[in-house]
């Protein structure tokens, strides 16, 4: 799921009027976690200790330690890496790039970016955006993995919706809807290091979460 499906929960809830009450209840205080959402979902996150930005530039230097041996052997070589079209990944690779090579990396390496287009056929970085029979098969095909997600999600979030009533009879949340709450833990522990979101459900919940993650990629990517 997009993470737009955050915004859309969150506008019906302030459109419903409702006061919520238990475990939502911190909800009536609570401010998205960034100012301009539009911009930012799918970006690469800049704050909080467990940021895009910082977990790239460490991971850099982590690799760069483990590895030093062969960038010595290539010191006379330019090495190239790559990423796909999306600012999300470049400047990922960028970050990265700085913490392995250093922050003067162009010197040493060339960043090349392979555009998500109908035209990159052997575009092994997105193949779901790429092939195109894979995209346009509707019965097996990329959306495969949201049908499969969905179907199984069903299994748990309908217990959770049923104590959520019983905490707020004015409204009763959809299973996108709570499993945008569970997305939204983890996107605002990115961001703020933690979360009132992720107390919403418990530790059984979390479980069912992990496996439908897993059910989206298997079906969707294998």
């Known amino acids: 799921m997009k993470p737009i499906g955050m915004l859309q929960l969150l506008e019906r809830i302030r459109e419903s009027k409702v006061v919520l009450t238990g475990d939502l209840e911190f ?17 690469l996150t800049t ?33 190239t890496f790559w990423a796909s ?5 470049i400047n990922t690779a960028r970050y990265f790039a700085a913490g392995f090579f250093g922050l003067d990396w162009q010197d040493s390496a060339t960043l ?10 052997g575009d092994t970085l997105t ?12 019965e097996h095909g990329h959306d495969y993995g949201q ?9 748990y979030l309908n217990a ?15 299973d996108a809807e709570l499993y945008s709450m569970q997305e939204m833990c983890g996107f605002e522990t990115l961001v703020r290091g933690r979360s009132e979101w992720c107390r919403v459900f418990s530790h059984v919940d979390w479980e069912s979460f992990e496996y439908a993650r897993d059910v989206i990629h298997f079906y969707r990517a294998g």
Request: proline letters at 5%; a negative charge.
């Open 27 to 43: 909800v009536n205080d609570w401010k998205y976690f960034t100012e301009e959402p539009e911009n930012h979902l799918e970006q």
């Open 47 to 79: 704050t909080g200790p467990y940021a895009g930005v910082l977990e790239a530039f460490t991971t850099g230097v982590k690799l760069r330690t483990r590895y030093s041996h062969l960038v010595a052997q290539s010191a006379e070589k330019n090495t």
């Open 112 to 121: 090349k970016v392979i555009p998500e287009a109908n035209d990159e056929g």
């Open 147 to 155: 049908i499969m997600l969905e179907k199984f999600r069903a299994t």
């Open 85 to 89: 079209g999306s600012n999300r990944v």
């Open 160 to 174: 959770v919706g049923d104590r959520l009533e019983r905490e707020n009879p004015s409204i009763r949340f959809t």
């Open 127 to 138: 193949p779901g955006d790429t092939c195109l029979r894979y995209r346009d098969d509707l």
